[in-house]
């Protein structure tokens, strides 16, 4: 047979077509683009960012949750990677991290025994707490296992979600933890990204001395039991921030401070391209890495139909990629493999469904069905979920390899 049956929905149906171009409809649309050049130049800008500011990195992959890009972050100097659930870290792990933290409370049998499989695997993981309950639970597993778990408490803040709100009720936390020995408490961890003030910047500031303060507590008290000391915080909108407040807090020196960023790796045209843009006019060590996170992520789809004058049909729609933060807008249209055009300011995304886009195109751009439209995301994190494989590509747009993807 010619064809092959497809196993995904941006595959490539000519089975003896090794060398596929995207141009030449070799490939399935909607088909999700992650273009190397901008992924491997945002990979080395964050580990530049962190190693000048004495800090380690643990970028959170369930932005991504797909491997060869977890081993590009770890090749490049990541101390380890960050994950949201048990399946994450087993993900994680059979990538090649060996130290994971997961930045959630681990609940129930089946996600602990999970854990504990990485445990025996001398895979080190990091798992929150921010309650007794939770906390007799693990040690109890734990223990009945002969292994110890290394716990962070979580700082939260009132009206956000997981996290102790007080740093008095962590230190009560704290001694409760040494009367239970399935667990080992290994420092503090924090996401200050669910911080909303009239003046974030200062909030978060004052936030990572808080749990600057909540660290040299535990440490005086000496409450802290792990041979690896860490605090940890930061995603992708205030680590310059978190960074700098936390190694001028000088915390014990025994202490390593963890950063946790995630969607900087494709980065995106829309809510952390705004975020990355308030970082390098705040942050003069920033500046001086010179040219910044730039978006690697692109959706390729088809013009479906032409249904009224100005209005074109996608072939794309909320399978496809993130709506939550701003609708995908167009970066270039192509025929026939000639860019027809990438000055597409005037066109608008205004709608999406299921599978369908709604695009208003300007006086200056005649699309034809069957056009393909490259078109740039906001929240890169709805993006990715929505694909098990993704297409690697050079700045041509040439077919690299197919990327696997484990949501």
């Known amino acids: 047979m010619k064809y092959q049956k497809v196993n995904h929905k941006a595959a490539m149906p000519e089975a003896d077509n090794t060398e596929p171009t995207l141009f ?56 380890g990677l960050t994950v949201a659930t048990a399946y994450q870290a087993q993900i994680a792990a059979e990538a090649g991290a060996s130290r994971i933290i997961l930045a959630n409370q681990l609940v129930g049998n089946a996600n602990m025994q999970i854990v504990a499989a990485l445990l025996a695997d001398s895979i080190e993981v990091f798992v929150c707490v921010d309650h007794p309950d939770n906390a007799a639970a693990l040690s109890a597993f734990f223990q009945a296992r002969q292994l110890q778990l290394p716990v962070l408490i979580e700082l939260g803040v009132p009206g956000g979600r997981c996290g102790c709100r007080t740093n008095q009720q962590a230190l009560a936390l704290a001694q409760q933890l040494t009367g239970m020995p399935g667990v080992t408490l290994a420092g503090i961890e924090f996401y200050e990204g669910v911080i909303n003030s009239n003046n974030v910047k200062d909030s978060v500031a004052q936030f990572a001395q808080q749990a600057a303060a909540l660290c ?43 950063l946790r960023p995630g969607c900087y790796v494709s980065h995106d045209q829309g809510i952390y391209c705004q975020a990355q843009h308030a970082v390098d006019k705040r942050s003069k060590l920033a500046a001086k890495l010179g040219s910044s996170l730039v978006n690697a992520l692109q959706i390729a789809v088809y013009v479906q139909s032409l249904p009224e004058p100005g209005l074109a049909i996608l072939a794309f729609g909320k399978r496809d990629a993130a709506f939550d933060a701003g609708l995908p807008q167009a970066d270039a249209i192509y025929r026939d493999g000639i860019l027809i055009s990438d000055n597409l300011g005037d066109c608008q995304t205004v709608k999406v469904m299921d599978q369908h886009a709604f695009w208003q195109y300007s006086a200056t751009v005649t699309p034809q069905v069957g056009d393909i439209v490259l078109l740039s ?12 494989y993704l297409w690697l590509v050079d700045d041509q747009y040439r077919p690299l390899q197919q990327l696997a993807t484990f949501f």
């Not at 970028?59 to 590009?72: I, R, Y």
């Not at 535990?218 to 792990?226: A, G, T």
């Not at 995301?377 to 993006?383: A, V």
Request: glycine share 6%; net charge positive.
């Open 377 to 388: 995301t906001s929240h890169p994190c709805l993006t990715f979920d929505k694909w098990r």
């Open 24 to 79: 030449g409809h070799d490939i399935c649309l909607p088909a999700a683009l992650l273009k190397q050049p901008a992924v491997l130049h945002n990979i080395r800008w964050m580990q530049q960012f962190a190693d000048a500011s004495g800090v380690l990195l643990a970028p959170h992959g369930k932005t991504t949750m797909t491997p060869w890009l977890f081993q590009q972050q770890l090749a490049a100097g990541a101390w």
């Open 216 to 258: 040299k507590a535990l440490y005086r008290q000496q409450l802290l039991s792990h041979s690896q000391l860490l605090i940890s915080g930061a995603g992708s909108a205030w680590y310059d921030i978190v960074a700098a407040e936390l190694t001028k807090a000088t915390v014990p020196t025994n202490m390593q401070i963890v």
